[in-house]
């Protein structure tokens, strides 16, 4: 990475020793190469690192602990794999310690584990949504595997927190990069096939509704999916009438089905069929199947566009009469719910998913994602994303429900 960070933020100041006993005190101070690079008063200045004896970095109002101390002095020596594993214990003693979390997120770029960093500083992200750092360490992760227009996002949200003139450049250089890549076809990655018939004309308004939304959905998770999305427009078969939401009528099974049969035109029912079963699509290919039910649904009918207090109003009332169902129960398929239990779940779905954004903004579901596609099961990545347990995060939930629940 370009810079190493060794500040904790807007609440911190370093001292740095020079070789010659003099002093200086800065806001922030990062390694670029063979310069020390500070931040002072507004302005960046640097010095050779030859020139430098210490740095003596300390939190405002809190000291750092001893041992993040040490895992400091270890990786400006040169030691990552040695800081790792001091701060791996602090923060298994304390998971809430943002500056540990921060440190870690430095020595694990600093060793090259660019997903252990990523992970590290969403969970420091995650705790405060306001430390321009953790979102500056999530960006040089997130740009160190790959997902530049992410790390775009991030480093935007740490500008928003705290001007930042070397932020701005990272930002530039990603421009530059995307701008430089061939940009995608969108109809490039669909398979568009027939089933019962041909009807150009639908297959073609379906292809611009996909094409559409797969762009929408790769701006807003920063992911594209690798392979190819196969469609198949089913004319023999019609909508199903159900007590599932309409879009329920298609289907995905890793391959979208869409039922046309008697249909000339698109549709408000079928732009919102095409628009989730796409949603399901990316969500797999994300998170290598690894996502539970409530989540899959729930993400999908927020990104196909579901209304959230429409739901939320059916949730709060259930919520009220103690009739939610836990979403630990949701994990497995919603077809082996009772049959009264189903349109309940998919609300449910929804309501949750719409709680973490507002709650946690949409960054927050990037992240989820992000950690269900490293193979985290959901009770380690909700922590990950969130800094809340399941357990936590569905009373955080709950709690909201009920107090937006009109009184009887």
Not at 300 to 316: C, F, H, I
Not at 366 to 394: C, H, I, K
């Amino acid at each position: 990475m370009a810079a190493l960070w060794l500040a904790d933020g807007a609440a911190s100041a370093d001292t740095i020793t020079l070789t010659n006993g003099r002093v200086i005190e800065a806001d922030r101070t990062w390694y670029e190469g063979t310069q020390l690079r500070y931040m002072k008063n507004g302005g960046v200045f640097g010095l050779p690192k030859s020139l430098v004896q210490s740095i003596d970095q300390r939190a405002a109002g809190a000291p750092a602990s001893p041992e993040v101390a040490q895992a400091r002095e270890r990786l400006l020596s040169g030691d990552p794999a040695g800081a790792v594993r001091l701060l791996r214990g602090v923060v298994a003693k304390d998971p809430r310690s943002i500056v540990a979390l921060q440190v870690l997120a430095e020595a694990q770029l600093a060793m090259g584990d660019n997903p252990g960093a990523r992970e590290s500083a969403s969970r420091a992200a995650a705790l405060d949504d306001n430390d321009a750092r953790s979102h500056v360490l999530l960006g040089d992760a997130l740009a160190a595997v790959g997902e530049r227009l992410a790390a775009q996002d991030a480093y935007r949200r740490a500008l928003r927190l705290r001007p930042d003139a070397e932020v701005e450049r990272k930002i530039a250089t990603l421009a530059a990069a995307l701008a430089a890549a061939p940009a995608p076809n969108s109809r490039a990655q669909f398979r568009l096939r027939y089933d019962g018939g041909i009807n150009e004309p639908m297959g073609t308004a379906v292809l611009e509704v996909l094409a559409g939304a797969y762009d929408n959905y790769a701006a807003r998770l920063h992911f594209r999916p690798d392979d190819p999305i196969t469609v198949v427009l089913e004319m023999g078969n019609s909508f199903q009438e159900t007590g599932a939401p309409e879009w329920a009528a298609g289907f995905n099974d890793g391959v979208i089905h869409v039922p046309l049969r008697g249909m000339e035109r698109l549709s408000v029912a079928l732009v919102a069929v095409v628009r989730h079963e796409l949603a399901h699509s990316f969500i797999r290919a994300r998170t290598g199947g690894n996502c539970p039910t409530w989540l899959q649904e729930g993400i999908a009918q927020w990104l196909e566009g579901g209304n959230p207090s429409r739901e939320d109003a059916v949730v709060a009332a259930a919520a009220r009469q103690g009739r939610l169902l836990p979403l630990l129960t949701l994990e497995g398929p919603f077809q082996s719910l009772p049959p009264d239990q189903v349109g309940l779940a998919y609300a449910e779905s929804l309501s949750a998913i719409s709680h973490i954004v507002r709650t946690r903004g949409e960054s927050a579901i990037v992240r989820l994602l992000a950690g269900l596609g490293d193979r985290l099961p959901a009770e380690e990545a909700l922590p990950v994303a969130l800094a809340l347990s399941y357990p936590e995060f569905q009373k955080s939930w709950e709690d909201a429900l009920k107090a937006s629940a009109p009184r009887p």
